[in-house]
């Protein structure tokens, strides 16, 4: 059976997990799968699963379990999987890791790598925030400026602010990240592929961390 390396990245909101996403990805040929980029993906193109998710994204909920592992489950099925992901965002819930540990099998090599920031932080960081409307890559007004306004260094696209980053959503978002998601620290704090990193520092210091707590060469 074919190891494949599984990278989960848990943290709060604005935490950067879509930004180590990026850089990780870029070093290893591993599919990015960001449960928010997919909602939001679903959102704009005003599917079904988008139309119901659209409120809960808009009030800083979770979409409901069944919903996501719907969505999630079958991606990670996909042929760009077989050798491994990169998981973003999910999964969120004691439920959802449940899940999620039914579908791996004894071969993976799984890691779990916990940001953490303090909500102070937070809040500064998804308030200046930018997202590339075409490839997803995370900007920041002050922290992570695009080389020309309002456009992706990565791809061209257009930037945009999301719906939820709203000071009262943001709020909201945070007390759900430390009522429904936070405990999935424990969930996984011992398993040895667990690893926490302070996410408060530059995003090239937290990659070296990461890089090494990943054991893969930068
Ligand atoms: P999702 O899109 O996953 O949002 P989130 O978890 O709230 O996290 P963010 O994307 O806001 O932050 P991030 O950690 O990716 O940080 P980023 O790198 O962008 O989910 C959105 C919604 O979808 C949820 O509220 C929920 O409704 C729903 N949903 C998604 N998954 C779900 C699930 N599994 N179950 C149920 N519902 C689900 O960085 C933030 C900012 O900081 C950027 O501007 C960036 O440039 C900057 N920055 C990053 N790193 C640094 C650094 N080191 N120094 C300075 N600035 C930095
Ligand atoms: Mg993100």
């Known amino acids: 059976m074919t190891t494949r390396t599984i990278i989960i990245l848990l943290g709060p909101p604005g935490s950067g997990k879509g930004s180590q996403a990026a850089l990780i990805k870029s070093h290893m040929r591993l599919p990015h799968l960001s ?17 119901i998710a659209k409120s809960y994204i808009d009030h ?8 996501i592992l719907d969505m999630i489950m079958h991606r990670i099925e996909q042929e760009d999987c ?13 439920v ?18 916990n940001l953490k ?6 809040i ?14 995370p900007y920041h007004l002050r922290f992570a400026p695009p080389k ?8 061209g696209g257009e930037l945009y602010q999301r719906a939820d980053d709203t000071y009262e959503v943001i709020a909201k978002r945070l007390a759900v990240y430390h009522q429904q998601t936070a405990p999935l620290i424990e969930f996984y ?23 090494n707590a990943l054991h893969i060469k930068s």
Do not use: H, W
């Open 96 to 113: 959802q890791a449940q899940a999620l540990q039914l579908a791996l099998s004894a071969s993976d090599q799984l890691f779990i790598i």
């Open 35 to 51: 449960t928010g980029d997919l909602l939001r993906e679903n959102v704009a193109a005003q599917s079904a699963l988008g139309k």
């Open 189 to 211: 704090q011992n398993y040895p592929g667990f690893s926490t990193i302070d996410g408060t520092r530059s995003k090239e210091a937290i990659f070296n961390e990461l890089v």
């Open 117 to 122: 920031v303090d909500d102070a932080m937070i």
């Open 60 to 67: 800083g909920k979770l979409v409901p379990d069944a919903i």
């Open 124 to 137: 500064e960081r998804i308030s200046g925030r930018l997202i590339c409307s075409k490839c997803m890559t």
């Open 82 to 94: 077989k050798k491994g992901f990169l998981l973003d965002g999910f999964p969120r819930t004691l």
């Open 148 to 155: 020309a306004a309002n456009v992706c260094d990565a791809c």
